[in-house]
């Protein structure tokens, strides 16, 4: 079955045709089809509202190209860990129907050396490159070898890792299910807990600091302790925040979540998108509707009664938000403040997310490179790992200096990522994709807001912003030819999307991919509490996706099974075996580590 053969256009016909509706969830990412699936097997009935024209969010895939010839790019999935790929949940939800291609054992590389400017950099000896690998004594004796006195140093922090990784979970679990008056009143004691099974310095720790406790000091005088504390956060782009900033529950769930290798899903991340809505569709309880953008979320006397999109109102008492916590509060409900009533907190959270002191996560601009396949030599010559690029090892440093410059200076990190060398499939042409973590402010003086408040180009800035198209163009290709001079000569396509093309068709606000940005005030332990499934000031209001766990498909598929456990227990019940032995198996995982 195709995406045309699952999902409907959206109109007022197709929704009375389904009938009642028991539930409508917002968004058709991972959480929000993982969700319908749980409940429409426990016998809801449930409706997927899906503002692009297809399904999956970051999991779905486009083809782009010049007219003669076509690629396909992936909009988000790159690959993920073990930990997705052997869950019995996951493959019960998909029926069995998805299958993976494992990445090599070095799935991960890292080097130095981004764009300037305006010139293309000349091309300077090659520096060292880390190699990341699924095995862990790997990358121990990796580390050692290059960093001899530090050994123990390295052992030390990758232990902390494993022990926060599964404790972080097990508390984050607890603060989001247990009543909110039960929540709140535990928190000290939670806090408490945490930091002793999980031997942090406290529950605000960051990775930076926690990498400092093992002997790692990032700002320490000795450039070998600071290149070695760059190597252990090199992942930190997945996220967009640097290690100063970046809670270490956060860091440690990244550097254990690839313990076991990486695996790249056949047919690219809509296979994934396609496989979870065969299976709601499948249970005749659930449809789902696309080009169905939520415009407001209607309520009477502190309770939901229905969603509007495109003006036609569609009734139901419960509604399930997996399109963030500033799509659910400030653009769907606007008078939110008003309705949290007795609930302060909500509307402090509220409060905090418009006025950008909970601010929304960080940017990319995406160089999509379409290459000239003459055989299957230059075929190979496609590197099927991922390739992270910095200035330095001082990651801070890079994103401060990077904030200063603007897009005249370097940027602060950079990823070449080929979702078809991965498939390495004979019939699929070559692509691969050029990242540079942006901020979105860079782009504010070029827009303009319409009619229905999203970002446009302005028309007297249109001839400056293809200039900086060209330019970015220009910068992300010359990267791409300084890590790989082999593709010299085989790019036969480009396109550039900005942070404005995420807002169009993922209907973000500020080019966000991980909803809010994983800081540090994100994670304490009270905004924790209020990012639960159930929002307590509106009844009949859920909400579900990262922004109630973290960035990644595992971690969105988690906030599905805790949405689904909160508004109906008995139909998780129906999962709970599952759940139960994923858990088991994560336990072991991380004591084994």
């Not at 809670?247 to 290798?261: C, E, I, M, N, Y």
């Not at 496989?275 to 209607?298: G, N, Y």
């Not at 400030?330 to 601010?359: F, I, N």
């Amino acid at each position: 079955m195709g995406d045309e053969e699952v999902v409907q256009g959206f109109s007022a016909k197709n929704v009375r045709a389904f009938g009642r509706v028991d539930v409508a969830i917002i968004g058709s990412g991972i959480a929000g089809l993982s969700c319908a699936i749980m409940l429409a097997r426990g016998g809801w009935r449930v409706i997927v509202l899906e503002q692009h024209d297809r399904v999956g969010g970051t999991m779905h895939a486009f083809t782009l190209g010049d007219g003669k010839r076509s690629w396909e790019f992936d909009a988000g999935v790159h690959y993920v860990g073990a930990s997705l790929v052997r869950s019995s949940l996951f493959r019960r939800l998909v029926r069995n129907r998805v299958s993976w291609c494992r990445m090599s054992d070095d799935f991960d590389c890292a080097t130095l050396g981004t764009t300037t400017a305006n010139q293309p950099s000349p091309r300077k000896k090659p520096a060292w490159t880390w190699r990341m690998s699924s095995s862990r004594k790997t990358v121990i004796a990796r580390l050692r070898e290059r960093f001899p006195r530090h050994g123990a140093n390295v052992e030390a922090y990758l232990r902390a890792c494993a022990r926060c990784s599964f404790w972080s979970g097990v508390v984050a679990v607890a603060l989001k299910v247990l009543p909110m008056d039960v929540a709140r009143a535990v928190e000290p004691w939670v806090a408490a807990f945490f930091a002793f099974v999980a031997r942090i310095p406290h529950r605000r720790a960051t990775v930076s600091q926690v990498l400092a406790a093992c002997g790692l000091d990032p700002e320490s005088e000795d450039s070998e302790i600071r290149e070695v504390a760059g190597v252990l956060a090199y992942s930190w782009p997945d996220v967009g925040v640097p290690p100063s900033q970046m809670p270490f529950v956060v860091g440690a769930r990244k550097a254990t979540s690839l313990a076991d290798g990486a695996y790249f899903p056949k047919g690219s991340g809509a296979a994934i998108a396609l496989a979870l809505a065969e299976a709601a569709v499948a249970t005749r309880r659930c449809a789902i509707f696309v080009r169905a953008p939520v415009d407001r979320i209607e309520t009477r006397s502190g309770a939901v009664v229905g969603v509007v999109s495109r003006g036609v109102v569609v009734e139901t008492p419960k509604v399930v938000s997996a399109a963030g916590i500033y799509n659910t509060l400030v653009r769907m409900l606007p008078d939110v403040t008003t309705k949290c009533g007795a609930h302060a907190e909500y509307a402090a959270v509220a409060d905090r997310v418009r006025d950008g002191s909970l601010p929304l996560s960080s940017t990319w601009v995406s160089l999509f490179v379409g290459l000239d396949d003459d055989d299957d030599r230059r075929r190979a010559a496609l590197p099927k790992h991922n390739l992270f690029c910095f200035p330095t090892w001082d990651h801070d440093r890079n994103v401060a200096s990077s904030k200063r410059a603007g897009l005249n200076g370097e940027f602060a990190a950079c990823f070449i990522t080929s979702s078809s060398a991965k498939e390495d499939r004979a019939d699929k042409p070559s692509s691969l994709v050029v990242l540079a973590l942006v901020e979105w402010d860079w782009f504010v003086e070029f827009t303009t807001r319409d009619d229905d408040g999203k970002s446009t180009i302005r028309r007297d800035s249109k001839t400056a912003f293809d200039a900086l198209k060209t330019n970015l163009t220009t910068r992300l290709l010359n990267l791409l030819y300084d890590k790989i001079p082999d593709l010299e000569g085989r790019v036969v396509y480009t396109s550039l999307a900005t942070p404005l093309c995420v807002n169009k068709f993922l209907g973000t606000n500020r080019g966000e991919f991980n909803g809010l940005a994983h800081t540090v005030d994100r994670f304490d332990l009270p905004t924790q509490r209020l990012l639960r499934p159930k929002l307590a000031f509106l009844d009949g209001l859920y909400l579900t996706g990262h922004d109630v766990t973290q960035q990644g498909l595992p971690a969105a598929l988690n906030s599905a099974v805790l949405t689904c456990f909160t508004l109906s227990p008995l139909s998780w019940l129906r999962v709970a075996p599952f759940v139960l032995w994923d858990f088991c198996r994560a336990a072991y995982a991380s004591f084994y580590l």
